[in-house]
């Protein structure tokens, strides 16, 4: 049998409508356009999730929509930081690059000042001519069709290019920590050089997107963790005949581009932190790096069974360079850093997030 390959691909659209009578209506009318309605949801925050994994060509958003059920207002609990739609407008123009238009009953001015910062590709106040919603849908995808085509690969190419950058310097302070014969200022330049290869890393996932997008973050933690490991572990010492030993168990969570360089911090703070400190005069011991989901969120974890702390962590982290820059990275993946350590048997450090 011949098949028409000549037909246009059908533009493809995500509904965001939490009333299921104006959803079916909206669905009718742009089905009626020639448009296929890819999904639908009933929250903001389920409206991001779909977006990542439908990758649709456009999203027709509602403003004011249910909070899921454990889901804190301002991004306090399980909501992702997403409390409406124009959070959710913001996130899913941001990072999937897909154009929303918000409907919304509410033309009020704290509506339209917040909904100019997402800067959507249009807001129609409800209700809503069909002619008006069809405008609207064309215009954007019209839009995004004219968009630079080569605006993705001068992203690719910037990301290349900042890696490399980081990857010479990470070489060059490894040559200075080489050459100096302070004990400090051979762990300063370590500490150093550990910060700039997790930059390189991430510009290094951030710059083959399709090969992320397939794999997950698994792979970036695991070549992180083993750089690390290798830079700042004496020969002699590496596995599996050394006297350390790492071990890595990275899942393949989908972590949008924005939390790589964070993780990339909270790992290397935490490898560097039980490299330097946990396995004194030559100890045996085994650092384990844990990347994997957590019911609707992500935890990485780096343990060891070295020495433990030697103190309060609450107390050291006043003093403490180290401890601060895990606390900052876990602030920045939207979690809290947590630290079980106990003396003698180890320390773990983890920070649970929303991966989206």
């Known amino acids: 049998m011949h098949s028409d390959d000549s037909s246009p691909i059908r533009p493809r659209i995500l509904l965001a409508e939490d009333e299921s009578v104006i959803a079916m209506q ?11 309605v890819v999904g639908i949801a009933g929250t903001a925050a389920e409206a991001v999730r779909l977006a990542t994994s439908l990758r649709p060509d456009l999203v027709l958003m509602d403003i004011v929509m249910p909070v899921e059920p454990g ?44 909904a100019r910062t997402a800067l959507p590709s249009a807001y129609l106040l409800k209700p ?10 064309e215009v954007a995808l019209a839009m995004r069709a004219h968009n630079d085509p080569a605006a993705g690969f001068r992203l690719r190419e ?8 980081f990857s010479l310097l990470h070489g060059m302070l490894r040559m200075q920590q080489l050459q100096v014969a302070d004990p400090a200022a051979r762990r300063s330049l370590a500490d150093a050089g550990a910060r700039v290869l997790a930059l390189a890393k991430a510009h290094e996932s951030m710059s083959d997107p399709a090969r992320e997008c397939r794999s997950g973050a698994g ?38 581009a924005g939390r790589l360089v964070p993780c990339g911090i909270f790992l290397a703070e935490a490898m560097t932190n039980a490299l330097k400190y946990a396995f004194a005069d030559g100890q045996p011991g085994v650092i384990r790096v844990v990347l994997r989901a957590d019911g609707d969120r992500a935890l990485l974890e780096v343990s ?8 309060d962590p609450e107390e050291l982290g006043r003093n403490s ?22 003396p003698g048997q180890g320390s773990c450090f983890s920070v649970r997030f929303p991966p989206i």
């Open 26 to 36: 909206i669905e009718e009318l742009i089905t009626a356009e020639g448009y296929e």
């Open 71 to 114: 889901q804190a207002l301002n991004g306090d609990g399980g909501g992702e930081g997403i409390d409406d739609g124009i959070d959710a407008c913001a996130r899913i123009q941001r990072d999937l690059n897909i154009p929303v238009v918000l409907l919304s009953a509410h033309g009020e001015e704290q509506f339209l000042r917040r």
């Open 304 to 311: 060891d069974d070295g020495a433990g702390l030697p103190g």
């Open 158 to 165: 910037a990301h290349h290019r900042i890696k490399n950058s």
């Open 128 to 137: 809503c001519q069909n002619t008006q919603i069809r405008a609207a849908v």
């Open 219 to 256: 792979p970036f933690v695991e070549r992180l963790a083993r750089g690390l490991f290798e830079g700042n572990t004496p020969l002699g010492q590496q596995g599996p005949n050394g006297l350390l030993r790492l071990d890595v168990v990275a899942e393949p969570v989908a972590l949008d």
């Open 321 to 342: 360079f180290g401890l601060q820059c895990l606390h900052a990275a876990a602030q920045q993946l939207g979690g809290v850093l947590d630290i079980k350590t106990a």
